[in-house]
């Protein structure tokens, strides 16, 4: 097996990376009808598992897990998850023949013995799913030819894949059928009938390629959504423990700070959030995030490139080989840093406070969304894919890390995205030293209006605006947001 995207002639690399047509809702009037009455059959009962089916069962559809031999007879946590939710649970051997879909959600470092351990027990003219592309595009995994292709990819945690369905919205999902394997041409009417069921439909679906999915879904895993989310808080962090701020009270301000920053994001963009600050301060955290988009684009452009390239997943599947050696390291790193151990404090913060209170914290967001979001376009992915990918997915990340801080969206995530974050995270300290140095409590920690006027030059401000509005991701972001009328309000701490 090869890289599959590096066997393709440019031409079709640049073709299938520009794979991206928004969905009307209209394409969507046929409802889940396309899977009705046929057997779906979830490899895997994890993260996108459980929650994914859940949905599509409360969608009518026909959900039934199969796990691995160990798991069923070891009553894992997986065979816990089925069962204790009324699902039919059965070994490969009972299920695998009777699955019209049968959808992969293993983890994607197994994908290649997975696939291969139940191919043969696919019958004719079956479809095989999968949430994420790695194991087609970057391992090129061959399907046998009378199988069908598909991916459905939601851009989220698994655990928001269910909590948006059960709010009444969805989260956008990337759609595609292989083109190597779509003998029958039914890939797309399954893909956009899955898309029903998990409520994806509600909030917006593109038609993509595998390619474009794998390419940009690994890039925003690695820098905004998880890697920067991380980086950003533990530096936070330790900023405000370095200045004497209360430990519980810092450890309380990261962790649903990033929360109740992101929901304004999600529900007006950084034009949103950026206003939520008063004029003085706004001026300050676009001055901050213009220093940090400059500190750190390299080391976006780096992963971007070496997502491109192949390196990135040639260097992954070392690890794999090398059982997750690294994998498992940066994780108990993790666990060792001090906003990990440091629980948050029983200290009322208020809704504003967060925003107040944290401008850096805000001017990494800022600067993250639109750093991946320009690195992405300017390696060719499309904007809407882009958005997605970046902005409105990483409220949908700080939502884990309200809950249980870094340990839960390192849970959540799959290990592919964990891997990424962690070697993003290692390289983006080190860059930011200098910068933190000379941050002080007004940026994190102390309300930045304090002992201030107000007073702005109105020029400055008006300039301020013009360019955080004038961004694609806003122009964008406004134009995919106008489909999403079933979007709920977070209730955040
Ligand atoms: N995590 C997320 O939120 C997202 C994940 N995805 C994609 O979804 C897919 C699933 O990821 P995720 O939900 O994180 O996976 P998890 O790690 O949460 O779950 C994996 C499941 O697969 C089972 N499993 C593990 N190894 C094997 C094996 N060798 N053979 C059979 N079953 C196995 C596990 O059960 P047991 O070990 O008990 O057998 C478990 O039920 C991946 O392709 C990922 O990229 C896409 C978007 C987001
Ligand atoms: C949650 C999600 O979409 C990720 C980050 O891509 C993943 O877990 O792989
Ligand atoms: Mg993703
Ligand atoms: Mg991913």
């Known amino acids: ?3 599959y995207f590096n066997t393709l002639p440019l031409r079709e690399k640049l073709n299938q990376l520009g794979v991206c047509d928004f969905m009307d809702s209209s394409e969507f009037l046929d409802g889940v009808n396309a899977l009705k009455g046929k057997k779906l059959v979830i490899i895997g009962c994890g993260a996108q598992g459980l929650n994914q089916g859940l949905n599509l069962r409360d969608s009518g559809l026909d959900v039934s897990y199969t796990l691995r031999k160990e798991a069923i007879e070891g009553k ?4 816990k998850n089925a069962t204790e939710n009324n699902f039919t649970v059965g070994t490969y051997e009972e299920l695998i023949p009777t699955a019209d879909v049968l959808i992969n959600l293993t983890p994607d470092k197994q994908h290649t013995s997975v696939v291969n351990a139940v191919m043969p027990l696919m019958k004719q003219g079956a479809t095989l799913s999968y949430s994420h592309g790695f194991n087609i595009v970057e391992e090129g995994m061959q399907i046998r030819k009378d199988i069908t292709v598909i991916m459905v990819a939601p851009k989220c945690p698994g655990s928001e894949v269910r909590a948006e369905y059960v709010r009444g919205f969805g989260v956008p999902t990337l759609i595609a059928v292989h083109p190597e ?3 029958e041409g039914k890939g797309l009417a399954q893909a956009k009938a899955y898309c029903v069921g998990t409520g994806g439909h509600r909030a917006g679906v593109l038609k993509s390629s595998f390619v474009a999915e794998v390419k940009s879904d690994l890039m925003g895993e690695q820098t905004i959504l998880c890697g920067l989310l991380q980086t950003g808080s533990i530096l936070s962090f330790d900023k405000m423990i370095e200045k004497g701020i209360d430990a519980g009270y810092a450890s309380k301000l990261v962790q649903y700070g990033v929360e109740v920053i992101t929901e304004a994001l999600k529900q007006g963009g950084i034009t949103a959030m950026m206003d939520r600050l008063s004029n003085v301060a706004k001026i300050k955290a676009f001055e901050v995030s ?9 080391l976006f452009q780096k992963h971007q490139d070496d ?3 192949g390196e990135f997943s040639r260097v992954m599947m070392e690890d794999w080989a090398a059982g997750d050696k690294n994998l498992l390291a940066w994780r108990a790193a993790t666990g060792e840093t001090a906003f990990e151990k440091t629980p948050a404090g029983n200290v009322k913060i208020g809704e504003q406070e967060y925003f107040d ?7 990494f967001v800022r600067a993250g969304v639109e750093l991946a979001f320009e690195t992405m376009v300017e390696a060719g992915i499309k904007p809407e894919s882009a958005y997605y990918e970046s902005l409105h997915e990483t409220p949908l990340i700080a939502n884990t890390i309200a809950r249980k801080k870094l340990f839960e969206m390192n849970r959540v995530i799959s290990d592919t995205a964990e891997y990424g974050c962690y070697l993003f995270d290692h390289a983006c300290k080190p860059l930011l030293a200098d910068f933190m140095t000379k941050v002080d409590t007004d940026l994190i920690g102390k309300n930045f209006n304090e002992g201030k006027d107000g007073a702005v030059d109105n020029r400055a401000l008006i300039a301020v605006n013009e360019v955080i509005r004038s961004h694609q991701v806003e122009v964008v972001g406004a134009e995919l947001r106008k489909a999403m009328t079933a979007m709920k309000s977070i209730k955040t701490a």
């Open 1 to 3: 097996m090869s890289n």
């Open 76 to 79: 894992r946590d997986s065979w």
């Open 181 to 183: 394997n779509d003998p």
């Open 290 to 298: 213009e220093e940090l988009k400059t500190i750190m684009r390299p």
């Open 307 to 309: 997502i491109m390239s």
């Open 357 to 363: 209170n944290a401008l850096l914290m805000v001017a």
